[in-house]
């Protein structure tokens, strides 16, 4: 059983357009992430939810919006796509709203192309 | 702030080699320190972690010991192998968020 996964893997599109990508956890935990992995492999933390609720919102574009329609899902909206949010994006959870304690579960990614 | 500074690479070792990567941070408070894992094309993996000062994380032949008053949190094997070919995160824990380093990719040749 996939613990944390993701759709669609791979996602080319052309600048301008709008795309999601659904993330779900089957690990009955409370929080969930959304990070952004650059072409330089730095990962950086974009958003995170506990149980359904937003509690991390870093320095992230409105373009941007996550929604947790339940707490074993977390996607990602992206509008007006830029060819700089070309990048890997990694949806992960964990147990607990301290993230920073609690081991972290990643999911796949998804190689995010925009042309 | 919080912040991971960690050893870049690429490193590239022989079979048996020893292996160390140094990470140091800065945080306020007492943070939680994780090295995470990511083999080609996948996503990251916990591969082991240390709460407080002086605790020795180790999984997989890994180890690392939390060192407070250096700040550090070093990584080290005795003897990789070719499956250990990754790139590898030093991470920190505090205020419900994990910051993590810019990650090491390490190559084991045969």
């Known amino acids: 059983d996939t613990a944390v996964s993701q759709t669609p893997k791979y996602l080319v599109t052309q600048m301008g357009n709008d795309k999601s990508i659904k993330c779900e956890q089957n690990l009955g935990h409370d929080t969930m992430y959304w990070y952004k992995q650059d072409s330089k492999k730095f990962l950086k933390i974009m958003f995170s939810?506990?149980?359904?609720?937003?509690?991390i919102n870093e320095t992230v574009p409105n373009r941007f919006s996550p929604k947790s329609p339940d707490k074993a899902h977390l996607n990602l909206h992206i509008n007006s796509l830029e060819l700089g949010d070309s990048a890997v994006y990694f949806c992960?959870?964990?147990?607990?709203?301290?993230?920073?304690?609690?081991?972290?579960?990643f999911g796949p990614g998804t190689r995010l192309t925009v042309t | 702030g919080n912040s991971v500074t960690q050893m870049e690479g690429p490193v590239t070792l022989s079979e048996e080699a020893f292996l160390t990567i140094n990470c140091t941070y800065t945080a306020t408070g007492y943070p939680s320190l994780f090295w995470y894992v990511q083999y080609p094309g996948e996503g990251l993996q916990l591969l082991l972690k240390a709460t407080k000062a002086d605790d020795k994380g180790s999984n997989k032949g890994f180890e690392a010991t939390y060192r407070k008053e250096t700040t550090s949190f070093h990584l080290e094997k005795g003897s990789v192998q070719v499956s250990d070919s990754a790139v590898y995160f030093c991470a920190l824990g505090r205020s419900e968020k994990l910051v993590f380093g810019k990650g090491m990719k390490l190559t084991v040749n045969p």
């Open positions: 939810y506990n149980n359904k609720e937003l509690i």
């Open positions: 992960a959870s964990s147990q607990g709203a301290g993230g920073g304690s609690y081991e972290q579960y």
